[in-house]
């Protein structure tokens, strides 16, 4: 899970604090120290998650774009300058733009936002964001809740009573709650020290950074197992009384499988082992063989292992849990989840459908594309009746895909290009290819008129069958 650090860098976090009575500081360099100790267990603990920096006051900045590189996150961090005010908007619209500029609106992301609690002033502060909320129009909606799914974690360097003076928490905890509410806030307890910045930031990890370990068994063999990010407990809403569902440490290995009978996954993490073990021999096994794992986390939940190669040098062991329950693998509760016969394939339950990704599919992005299999057909249609079973075939590849997207203007005027094709046939042409190419012009005609007898999609255009042997 990507990590977003979105660092205050306004005037105010220059205000200085006394530390130890002797050396002062400001409250930019405690958020400096407790980031630092954040980069540094994250490089010893989640070093396979990519983490950004962002720093913002009345704009935003990206200083250090998605990286695996916490010496770039770490060397940016001591060269922070000091801006002018505070706008947490304006950073949570560049938080946005930089998130789905690199993994879209679909991949879960946190976002740890380190700020002293002053919010702003006039129209840029967050309290004039949120108390404009309901006036905005469409072009000026505020960035939250984020089209993404997203942990917001605020760090303020400062003191809950200090909050407590002023409406800042109250403003901090609305903010929360439209992000989502997942997610949390964090105050320094006791004097602004070194100490006390430590110790916010240790909550932090601890809540959302502390690695899972667990132990995966197989048979005899079993191996310890570091798992990130941590799979998140899940609650069922079907469930008459639902209770929340987390992985346990014991994770059984069921069996293997062709990763093509697998359907795609809803969530995945990466699992690291410490030393060249059981894990290590199962990676290279599912890596080399293009299988998967199945495993089993608990009662009546199952997941997967799999090699996902990050580069062509480095794969990585990944983990995708499927939903509680039976359901997504219902043979699997069975006693002899295998069948009869374990010669055959472990998958009982074969599809009795082919699946759409396993077949060829006519996409047309840009216009050159559609030309092509325009030019395609014309070809083989200047080469009849050399060319019937080829032209037919590109001719109905065509036809379907125009009609799932609806474009019966092409079927015309394919139509009147075959038309115009037989009006141009030279005296020496076959006669077989002027019945052809009107047979398939009508054919065409007709499926463009909607009319179900000639536009289903499972139809086919076949050829007209003449006989010219006399």
């Known amino acids: 899970m990507p990590t977003v650090v979105l660092m205050d860098v306004s005037l105010s976090m220059t205000r200085p604090v006394s530390v130890d009575g002797s050396e002062e500081f400001q409250r930019k360099n405690l958020a400096v120290h407790g980031l630092n100790m954040l980069f540094e267990h994250m490089a010893s603990n989640y070093r396979l998650e990519f983490t950004s920096l962002m720093a913002f006051s009345s704009l935003w ?3 250090v774009p998605f990286t695996r590189d916490y010496n770039a996150l770490q060397e940016a961090l001591s060269n922070l300058e000091d801006y002018d005010k505070t706008c947490v908007e304006s950073a949570m619209q560049g938080v946005s733009n930089v998130v789905q500029q690199e993994w879209g609106s679909a991949c879960p992301c946190q976002v740890v936002l380190v700020t002293d609690g002053s919010l702003g002033i006039g129209k840029g502060s967050l309290r ?3 108390q404009t909320l309901k006036l905005r129009g469409d ?3 505020f960035p939250l809740p984020f089209p993404f799914p997203t942990k917001l974690f605020i760090m303020c360097v400062a003191n809950a009573e200090e909050l407590q003076m002023t409406d800042a928490m109250d403003n901090l905890e609305e903010l929360l709650q439209l992000s989502g509410g997942d997610g949390q806030i964090f105050t320094m307890d006791g ?7 430590q110790a916010m930031f240790g909550r932090l990890i601890d809540h959302a950074y502390s690695p899972f370990h667990a132990v995966l068994h197989c048979g005899n063999l079993s191996s310890d197992v570091q798992v990130f990010p941590r799979p998140e407990p899940i609650v069922m809403d079907e469930e008459v009384d639902p209770m929340p569902r987390a992985v346990n440490s014991e994770v059984d290995d069921v069996g293997t ?3 093509d009978e697998l359907e795609e996954e809803p969530s995945a993490s990466q699992m690291a082992g410490k030393s060249p073990n059981f894990c290590v021999l199962l990676h290279g096994s599912l890596k080399v063989e293009g299988m998967v794992a199945l495993v089993q986390l608990g009662p009546e939940w199952y997941g997967m292992l799999y090699s996902q190669a990050d580069s062509k040098k480095k794969s990585n062991l990944m983990m995708s849990l499927f939903e509680p329950g039976p359901d997504p693998l219902p043979w699997l509760a069975a006693e002899n989840p295998y069948g ?3 010669s055959k394939s472990p998958f009982p339950v074969q599809p009795s459908a082919k699946r759409s990704y396993a077949q060829n599919v006519t996409v047309w ?3 050159s594309g559609l030309q092509t299999d325009v030019q395609k057909i014309l070809r083989n249609a200047r080469k009849l009746p050399d060319k019937t079973q080829t032209f037919y075939k590109e001719l109905n590849r065509l036809r379907k895909a125009a009609l799932a997207f609806g474009f019966w203007e092409l079927l015309k005027g394919v139509a009147e290009l075959l038309e115009r094709e037989c009006t141009l046939l030279p005296d020496s042409a076959h006669p077989d290819a002027a019945f052809q190419l009107s047979h398939a012009a009508q054919q065409l005609k007709l499926a463009s008129t909607g009319d179900s007898q000639y536009a289903a999609f499972d139809h086919n255009i076949v050829a007209m069958h003449t006989d010219f042997s006399t």
């Open 191 to 197: 004097p602004l020290c070194m100490k006390s910045v």
């Open 365 to 367: 992005i840009k216009a």
């Open 128 to 130: 004039y964001s949120l």
């Open 61 to 63: 900045e990206l200083l």
């Open 139 to 141: 072009d000026k909606k």
């Open 340 to 342: 009869e016969d374990d």
């Open 257 to 259: 499988g062709a990763t």
